[in-house]
């Protein structure tokens, strides 16, 4: 038997507290954007039949602390893998769709002939369990695969307030031909009659070079969460083209960079990123990296750098750290140069995970934001 209890909490100072949508609890001392969880989960490693978890984002800014569930949900699956069934307030992912938040019900099963099925339904997700008089949301996914390739066909309505809200159909599907990677998704908006979302990649590996072509087009609708400041500034809706090379340079080492262009009101903008990343042992444990990015734009472009690390510290403990830098070409009310970092630290004795960091930043949005967190794991019968 396994459970896990981890709990995380956030104490901020900005203008506004922090994005409840920021799922991503698991990055904290991975040198990677965290935010503010309360974590539970629990299952049975043994018959792998009962997940439950519960996840609580807290924060507090100029009117005071806040908190809400994100999730809460309980997870039953079929043991020999035809189906799964989830109850509760929680994300879902399907195919080419917008990931959905909702207190409902979501299932998949598999059917005969290699079809696949997901289904959910219930309320869009409203702060604190409030009220949501007349808001509801309901969606699937047909899947199966044909050959080399996996295809897939989605569809979702919601209500608020009785109103149509959100009507769209996505076709989703991935290949392997020729020893090439191929992957592409549409979503159309019913109502407007407009495309929503698209994307389309073609990535070819070579022994220790990857490189891949890939264009997309995102509407304000579909825009995701940030997760940390380059996040923030570079996820606007435009449509981007562009490639995207990655070398092994040696055993430990990764050399790669994009180029794109990118669309945006009709005014195209270069977009561009150098990266690096060198692993400290075998497995990658341990790792370092650096990123210079550019992002052109008619209204004010920036330049960015980033940088990491991952370094185990020897026993159980291990730190990491990161930091970006943003500089804008035309300065804002808030300055020209935007930073944020995070440092953290771990530890995991046998069981136990214990791990502590604190994030800062500034942007356009926020003058200053620190957030504390605190994050504590126990497993019970983990391998």
Not at 34 to 47: F, K
Not at 57 to 74: E, F, K, P, S
Not at 166 to 187: F, N, R, S
């Amino acid at each position: 038997m396994k459970a896990v209890v981890a709990i995380a909490i956030v104490a901020s100072v900005g203008a506004a507290s922090g994005d409840p949508l920021r799922l991503r609890a698991d990055a904290l001392a991975t040198a990677q954007a965290p935010a503010g969880l309360l974590v539970l989960e629990a299952g049975d490693r043994a018959t792998s039949w009962l997940d439950a978890e519960a996840s609580v984002w807290t924060g507090t800014d100029d009117d005071g602390a806040d908190a809400d569930a994100l999730v809460m949900v309980i997870e039953l699956r079929d043991p020999d893998r035809r189906g799964a069934l989830r109850i509760g307030r929680h994300v879902v992912f399907a195919g080419g769709l917008r990931p959905v938040h909702l207190d409902g019900v979501s299932a998949r099963v598999k059917l005969p002939s290699r079809f696949a099925v997901e289904a959910f339904g219930g309320l869009p997700v409203a702060p604190g369990f409030g009220p949501q008089p007349w808001d509801w949301v309901v969606g699937g996914r047909l899947a199966r695969p044909i050959g080399a390739a996996q295809l897939g066909l989605a569809w979702v309505e919601r209500r608020e307030h009785g109103a149509l809200h959100t009507h769209e159909v996505a076709l989703d599907g991935a290949a392997v031909i020729g020893g090439a990677d191929l992957a592409a998704a549409a979503t159309w908006d019913l109502i407007g009659g407009g495309l929503a979302e698209a994307r389309v990649s073609v990535a070819k590996r070579r022994r220790g070079l990857r490189g891949e072509l890939f264009a997309t087009h995102r509407s304000p609708s579909h825009l995701l969460p940030a997760t940390s400041l380059f996040s923030v500034l570079g996820d606007v809706p435009a449509r981007l083209a562009g490639a995207d090379v990655r070398w092994r340079a040696a055993p430990r080492l990764d050399v790669g960079g994009s180029a794109g262009v990118r669309l945006v009101d009709g005014e195209a903008g270069e977009d561009l990123a150098l990266r690096t990343t060198l692993r400290l042992d075998p497995r990658g444990d341990g790792a370092v990296g650096f990123e210079l990015r550019r992002e052109g734009a008619a209204d004010g472009g920036w330049t960015g750098l980033r940088g990491f690390a991952r370094v185990p510290m020897g026993g159980a403990w291990t730190a990491s750290s990161e930091v970006e830098l943003a500089i804008a070409d035309q300065p804002a009310r808030r300055g020209a140069a935007w930073p944020w970092g995070l440092v953290a630290i771990g530890w995991r004795p046998a069981a136990w995970e214990l791990a502590a960091a604190v994030e800062a930043s500034a942007s356009p949005e926020q003058r200053r934001r620190v957030d504390g967190l605190l994050r504590v794991t126990r497993r019970w019968g983990a391998p």
